[in-house]
């Protein structure tokens, strides 16, 4: 699978069509005896948090598939040379993957949100695809002493796809510290996708999606989350570091 190194983040080069069949792969081939196949997302502001978050970084770097979620990232990877081919949304990944495991027989679990809202979430999906073994689902609202019970109903539920939406960097950081500990095959970071799932939230209409304006959307529906966008200022700064350390190096 081609990376572009960005920010110093391996980015799969990749469209949708073949992180899909890279993951269903992987499905086939895995064993539950090893450590999941990691997939997380890369957008600005994870790219923004990760400048500060040293372990942050880290855990991205070592993820074994970097999806380019943002629409913000496949502009940048032209201005620096290192053109990304297409954004691959976290949303629309799980979609596809969670069709595959309901044509492909294969287990799902999913992890995060509040209890009421990740149960509405199971059952849409269980409606919405019939054929679909969603082998267990927990909230995300649970802590450190938890983690057993937690831990252990995922692996007695043998999912072959874990979800887990627990928002940036928490989800990041709980499946990279327990992977050696969770017997699922490929496991998922899918920030807020369970709220969109279950309707709490709503995905931005497709002329915002079609345009990369799918946060500008929530911040108009959230008003309270625009003091979150100062995170663009930030991510053009970094990209014109990196435009210059690539076009001036010493």
């Given at each position: 699978?081609?990376?572009?190194?960005?920010?110093?983040?391996?980015?799969?080069?990749?469209?949708?069509?073949?992180?899909?069949?890279?993951?269903?792969?992987?499905?086939?081939?895995?064993?539950?005896?090893?450590?999941?196949?990691?997939?997380?997302?890369?957008?600005?502001?994870?790219?923004?948090?990760?400048?500060?978050?040293k372990e942050l970084l880290s855990i991205l770097?070592?993820?074994?598939?970097?999806?380019?979620?943002?629409?913000?990232?496949?502009?940048?990877?032209?201005?620096?040379?290192?053109?990304?081919?297409?954004?691959?949304?976290?949303?629309?990944?799980?979609?596809?993957?969670?069709?595959?495991?309901?044509?492909?027989?294969?287990?799902?679990?999913?992890?995060?949100?509040?209890?009421?809202?990740?149960?509405?979430?199971?059952?849409?999906?269980?409606?919405?695809?019939?054929?679909?073994?969603?082998?267990?689902?927990?909230?995300?609202?649970?802590?450190?002493?938890?983690?057993?019970?937690?831990?252990?109903?995922?692996?007695?539920?043998?999912?072959?796809?874990?979800?887990?939406?627990?928002?940036?960097?928490?989800?990041?950081?709980?499946?990279?510290?327990?992977?050696?500990?969770?017997?699922?095959k490929v496991a998922m970071g899918v920030g807020?996708?369970?709220?969109?799932?279950?309707?709490?939230?709503?995905?931005?209409?497709?002329?915002?999606?079609?345009?990369?304006?799918?946060?500008?959307?929530?911040?108009?529906?959230?008003?309270?989350?625009?003091?979150?966008?100062?995170?663009?200022?930030?991510?053009?700064?970094?990209?014109?570091?990196?435009?210059?350390?690539?076009?001036?190096?010493?």
């Open positions: 699978m081609k990376r572009n190194l960005l920010y110093n983040l391996p980015v799969a080069n990749v469209d949708m069509k073949e992180a899909v069949a890279a993951v269903e792969k992987i499905l086939q081939v895995q064993t539950y005896a090893a450590a999941p196949f990691l997939i997380f997302a890369a957008n600005p502001e994870k790219i923004t948090r990760a400048s500060t978050d770097q070592q993820s074994d598939l970097l999806i380019p979620d943002g629409i913000g990232l496949v502009w940048a990877s032209r201005l620096l040379r290192q053109p990304l081919r297409e954004r691959v949304t976290g949303f629309d990944l799980m979609q596809k993957l969670i069709h595959l495991a309901a044509s492909r027989d294969f287990r799902i679990f999913l992890l995060g949100s509040k209890p009421e809202v990740v149960e509405k979430a199971a059952a849409k999906l269980s409606s919405q695809y019939p054929s679909l073994k969603i082998a267990g689902y927990h909230h995300g609202y649970f802590d450190s002493g938890e983690e057993e019970k937690v831990i252990g109903l995922i692996n007695r539920s043998q999912p072959d796809i874990l979800f887990v939406g627990m928002g940036s960097p928490r989800q990041e950081k709980w499946l990279f510290h327990h992977r050696h500990r969770l017997q699922v807020g996708s369970l709220d969109v799932i279950s309707g709490r939230l709503r995905r931005a209409p497709l002329l915002f999606r079609r345009l990369g304006l799918e946060w500008f959307y929530r911040g108009l529906r959230e008003p309270k989350r625009f003091y979150r966008f100062r995170f663009l200022l930030t991510f053009l700064r970094l990209t014109w570091q990196e435009y210059r350390q690539k076009n001036n190096p010493r």
